[in-house]
């Protein structure tokens, strides 16, 4: 589908396709940020597989995680999850105390773990002619994780600095081979074989789940003991601290565990912080986020480099956009500016002048019709008799040099007459 809208985007102009191609990266990175959403959930959460006789039972978690199991059971109970009513029809139980030990050695610690599931796999038919089923709690144990040991008879406290929980992935009470360095014993040596206690996670989550602080005394009077007496045993819990938001989101049902804590656990809670301390109210959260995010980043390579990259292009766009807006406003006020004839340039002052010429004319004429309106009639006709008497003495002059001019000729015309009748 993404790339039938991309091939449709490539018939647009480059504005609609950049438009499409932004909105195909944001589809992606909303993708993105589910299948990360999704990937939270199943770290966090606890997850259960059952299959019945005959049928494979597959377990699985997502990459950066491993499995480790919970609890184990095959065998026959009243819950009738195959869907088969037992044979006789009255109420019959049955288990395989192997079940938990078998997982443990097939699955613990794979990120993908399928197995047939089969009597034959379990030892001892437990229930010869009954239907049987296999049924796995388990949980996704990322990578990155804590682990704390403590010794026999010692209190093992686990914490994590509020807002952040605790999330416990696995608890063995015992002894593994060759550790012989873990609490040490001087008296007894280590026996050559393993004895551990595995369902010793069910009390220390009972204990310590969905808190920020718990205090597990660790001795035979808690936990199970699977060692030959005098052996020194430890305890060895493998948990996480996870944003207390987040593990409400993923499991509702810790709400009331962690709404109405103890009296002793919120005393103990408030030691670190003491009254008028500056204590960060959103660094946990800030700290679980980043290491959350870096996990992601580790699971999804491709996913977190194609968000980069849109980020960057998105922000580019944007900057591209922001600087061609402020160019088109610059070049528009300077050509304004270059415009507007500037206070003192020559343009200015030859209006002014051009105004001032202007304004002295029109002054002139004013005074002048008001000086001609002042004069008196008498004046007047004064003006006009002066404009006449000159007139006529001009007419004068010329009437005296046309006579003269006449009477020059007259006079060459008799010298020439006389001139001619003496020959």
């Not at 010793?200 to 969905?210: F, Q």
């Not at 194609?306 to 580019?316: M, P, Q």
Request: proline residues 7%; charged residues 25%; neutral net charge.
């Amino acid at each position: 589908m993404r790339v039938m809208s991309w091939t449709r985007c490539r018939g647009l102009d480059w504005s609609h396709s950049l438009l499409c191609l932004t909105l195909l990266l944001w589809t992606r990175s909303m993708s993105g940020l589910a299948d990360f959403s999704d990937y939270l959930s199943r770290i966090i959460t606890s997850h259960s597989a059952h299959a019945c006789d005959g049928q494979p039972l597959r377990l699985h978690c997502p990459r950066h995680s491993t499995i480790s199991i919970q609890s184990a059971f095959y065998g026959s109970s009243e819950m009738q999850l195959c869907g088969v009513a037992p044979h006789p029809p009255h109420n019959h139980s049955c288990s395989a105390f192997t079940a938990l030990q078998k997982l443990l050695s097939e699955c613990q610690s794979h990120r993908d773990c399928q197995m047939p599931v089969n009597h034959l796999l379990f030892g001892k038919d437990p229930c010869p002619g009954t239907t049987k089923y296999l049924h796995v709690d388990y949980k996704c144990k990322p990578t990155e994780h804590k682990r704390h040991v403590v010794c026999e008879g010692e209190t093992m406290v686990l914490r994590c600095k509020p807002p952040r929980a605790l999330n416990i992935y696995a608890a063995v009470y015992g002894r593994r081979l060759g550790h012989t360095d873990t609490c040490p014993s001087h008296l007894t040596r280590p026996p050559p074989f393993e004895c551990l206690n595995h369902e010793a996670v069910h009390l220390v989550s009972k204990s310590c789940y969905s808190k920020q602080k718990c205090a597990v005394p660790v001795s035979n009077q808690t936990f199970r003991d699977p060692c030959f007496p005098g052996t020194r045993k430890y305890l060895s819990v493998i948990y996480s601290c996870v944003p207390q938001s987040l593990l409400r989101v993923a499991d509702p049902n810790i709400v009331s565990l962690t709404s109405s804590p103890s009296v002793g656990t919120e005393k103990d809670l408030e030691e670190p912080f003491p009254k008028g301390s500056r204590r960060p109210d959103n660094s946990g959260a800030m700290m679980s986020n980043s290491l959350l995010t870096y996990a992601y980043i580790k699971e999804h390579p491709e996913m977190a480099a194609l968000l980069f990259t849109s980020s960057v292009c998105v922000g580019l766009l944007l900057t591209l956009l922001a600087v061609s807006v402020r160019v088109t406003c610059r070049a528009r006020w300077v050509r304004d500016h270059r415009l507007a004839p500037k206070p003192g340039s020559p343009t200015v002052k030859y209006q002014e002048d051009d105004e001032d010429e202007d304004d002295t004319d029109e002054e002139e004429d004013d005074h002048e019709g008001t000086g001609r309106s002042l004069l008196s009639a008498t004046e007047r006709k004064a003006i006009y008799g002066w404009e006449e008497v000159t007139y006529v003495s001009e007419a004068a002059e010329r009437a005296e040099r046309i006579e003269r001019r006449e009477m020059i000729m007259q006079e060459i015309w008799m010298n020439a007459y006389l001139n001619g009748s003496s020959c």
